[in-house]
């Protein structure tokens, strides 16, 4: 299991949101938890939402964020690779 963390931004609404990422990579599949800097960052991307998450190496991933704001970052659920 690999893990690595990074800098990128989610589009959504035509905004541009900075979050941390990382991602953690096992059996051949990756897991995406996003950290968002504020409540309202977060508050933009939830409700089911279609994102896409654009990661620090130029990564595009369109999916949805699905978690509450917290302690913790929330999961970022890809849908497809683009």
Known sequence: MTTLNGD????VDGLT???G???TSSGGS????VSFS?????GRCRD???VQ????NGSKLS?????AFGDVPVRFVRLADD
């Open 38 to 42: 504020t409540l309202a960052d977060y």
């Open 63 to 67: 999916g949805f964020v699905s978690g």
């Open 48 to 50: 089911g939402k279609t």
């Open 8 to 11: 990128g931004h989610i589009l």
């Open 17 to 19: 949101i900075p979050v």
């Open 30 to 33: 990756d897991d995406f938890t």
């Open 21 to 23: 990422y990382s991602v």
């Open 53 to 56: 998450l654009q990661t620090g």
